[in-house]
């Protein structure tokens, strides 16, 4: 497989459920980021892996908790969500350094959550 | 700090005219620019970027946009639009941040094509 992988497409899960999503790169980048899209709302972005270290974590509530095991693998662990967490979750990746392909995020196709 | 606004969260074209869609940005450094494109149930896929080389850039699918630093504008462009072009653009903003990319995405414009 090639680019980013982002599984599972769609998740349904209740207020008190623990779920995990997962996002694969095959690129050989050193960066990776977790964004949330919702409607008429622009990309958040919710933390950055550098280097498989935690660099970024903006306000996101610890209700997602975000595990880099390695530099090719991203997870988001989720536990206890509200409704208002339903949206797209974007997994990126990109390479640090100069370079034509620096600078550029390569996104996932998204897993879809909705929390009832 | 950086930010970028886009003008117009729904754009409709018919098939064949051309394609605008305006974006500014906001940056305290000298800034790179992207626009990425969304197709339905997809993630972002880049179009283009601006990576101050040469202020009129050239993307896929027919696509550029030109950086004017006076007018804080990175206009997305195409001559003549395609059925195919049907999705929501993204215009963004990044600067480095010791090793990742710290970007900021405007809030997107959904290009409608009418045949």
């Known amino acids: 497989e090639t680019g980013v992988t982002q599984t599972p497409r769609h998740l349904v899960m209740g207020m008190t459920n623990k779920k995990s999503l997962k996002c694969e790169q095959h690129?050989?980048?050193?960066?990776m980021y977790w964004y949330k899209q919702s409607a008429k709302k622009p990309l958040e972005l919710m933390f950055v892996?550098?280097?498989?270290?935690?660099?970024e974590n903006n306000s996101v509530p610890s209700r997602f908790s975000p595990e880099c095991p390695n530099s090719s693998h991203l997870f988001l662990h989720l536990h206890t969500l509200q409704p208002e967490d339903s949206a797209l979750y974007l997994c990126?990746?990109?390479?640090?350094?100069?370079?034509?392909?620096?600078?550029?995020?390569?996104f996932g196709a998204g897993s879809r959550l909705t929390v009832l | 700090a950086q930010s970028v606004t886009q003008l117009g969260s729904h754009v409709s074209v018919s098939e064949g005219a051309l394609v605008l869609l305006r974006c500014n940005y906001s940056?305290?450094?000298?800034?790179?620019l992207f626009w990425y494109v969304q197709y339905p149930n997809q993630g972002l896929q880049l179009l283009l970027k601006?990576?101050?080389?040469?202020?009129l850039v050239k993307g896929i699918n027919g696509f550029e946009a030109e950086f004017k630093k006076s007018e804080t504008s990175f206009h997305l462009t195409k001559p003549s639009a395609h059925m195919s072009d049907a999705a929501e653009y993204f215009c963004?903003?990044?600067?480095?941040?010791?090793?990742?990319?710290?970007?900021?995405f405007g809030t997107g414009t959904k290009l409608q094509v009418i045949p």
């Open positions: 990126a990746s990109s390479q640090s350094g100069g370079g034509s392909g620096a600078n550029v995020l390569t």
């Open positions: 690129l050989g980048h050193n960066a």
């Open positions: 892996y550098s280097l498989e270290e935690r660099v």
């Open positions: 940056s305290s450094v000298p800034p790179y």
């Open positions: 601006y990576t101050s080389a040469a202020t």
């Open positions: 963004a903003v990044t600067v480095n941040s010791g090793g990742y990319q710290k970007v900021t």
